[in-house]
């Protein structure tokens, strides 16, 4: 039995899966994040939701942390402006709403393990998401928006 390359094809073929389940998951922290809106417009997806819903604080939290590591390497890469800004502009619009919606999710996890030992980073942390709670159901469309985008072009 042969044993796999590891040569350019296998980290493509990395990056493509990676960037399939980076899609998916924020296609999920998506619904969660507009879980209202959604069940308004359709009451049969309550299902759907019931089913993730569970998963919310670790789905929100996986989301957090890779809409930093997009957002810091869409800056980072800001050169890419200049020869591809449709890009550009989808990578750091894809890294946003991972780290909003995210945060927004995976509050409570983030703060039990990350800002409990701080009272005033917990306050800050409070205040920020009370800001964001405003315009969580847009902030989640964005987020199913961009994760679908995200595979349609990983693949």
């Known amino acids: 039995m042969?044993?796999?390359?590891?040569?350019?094809l296998g980290f493509a073929t990395f990056w493509r899966t990676a960037n399939m389940f980076g899609g998916l998951i924020t296609i999920a922290g998506g619904i969660l994040a507009a879980s209202g809106f959604i069940i308004k417009r359709s009451p049969n997806a309550q299902s759907l939701i019931d089913k993730i819903a569970p998963y919310q604080g670790w789905i929100g939290t996986l989301m957090f942390v890779w809409?930093?590591?997009e957002t810091l390497h869409s800056?980072?890469?800001i050169s890419l402006l200049a020869s591809h800004p449709i890009s550009w502009?989808?990578?750091?619009?894809?890294?946003?709403?991972?780290?909003?919606?995210?945060?927004?999710?995976?509050?409570?996890?983030?703060?039990?393990?990350a800002l409990s030992k701080n009272?005033?980073?917990m306050e800050k942390g409070q205040?920020?998401?009370a800001t964001l709670m405003n315009i969580q159901a847009p902030l989640g469309l964005l987020a199913v928006v961009m994760g679908v985008l995200y595979i349609v072009f990983a693949a």
């Open 2 to 8: 042969p044993v796999p390359e590891r040569g350019a």
């Open 67 to 69: 809409g930093v590591w």
């Open 75 to 77: 800056v980072l890469g």
């Open 89 to 113: 502009a989808f990578w750091m619009a894809s890294g946003v709403a991972d780290l909003l919606v995210g945060f927004l999710l995976g509050f409570g996890l983030i703060t039990h393990y």
């Open 119 to 121: 009272a005033q980073a």
């Open 127 to 129: 205040r920020i998401r």
